[in-house]
Nanobody, 115 residues
Framework: QGQLVESGGGLVQPGGSLRLSCAASGFTFSTYAMTWYRQAPGNERELVAVISAGGSTNYADSVKGRFTISRDNAKNTVYLQMNSMKPEDTAVYYC?????????WGQGTQVTVSS
């Protein structure tokens, strides 16, 4: 059926860094586009960064220059490196895999940016 498991969330001070990981299983990871979304309390879920099966990337304007998405197809894992973090980055971060009409979601990991 396919499964995604996020890890790496936690508490970080403003200006700090975190790296999120999303481990995939049960589907052909290398053929899927992978996306990180986030949802803050009271807000809609928003796209943060996406990496295609071919490795092309795209970012939300709010994270450009600070966040980097990457994938390791040998490890069936996608990463989100987050630098220069701000309090407004606080949210639950979700991993998503998509190919054609099939979409798989992870359970999310909490990221809190606070001093």
């Amino acid at each position: 059926q396919g499964q995604l498991v996020e890890s790496g969330g936690g508490l970080v001070q403003p200006g700090g860094s975190l790296r999120l990981s999303c481990a995939a299983s049960g589907f052909t990871f290398s053929t899927y586009a992978m996306t990180w979304y986030r949802q803050a309390p009271g807000n809609e879920r928003e796209l943060v960064a996406v990496i295609s099966a071919g490795g092309s990337t795209n970012y939300a304007d709010s994270v450009k220059g600070r966040f980097t998405i990457s994938r390791d197809n040998a490890k069936n894992t996608v990463y989100l490196q987050m630098n220069s973090m701000k309090p407004e980055d606080t949210a639950v971060y979700y991993c998503n895999a998509k190919r054609a009409l099939r979409t798989i979601w992870g359970q999310g990991t909490q990221v809190t940016v606070s001093s």
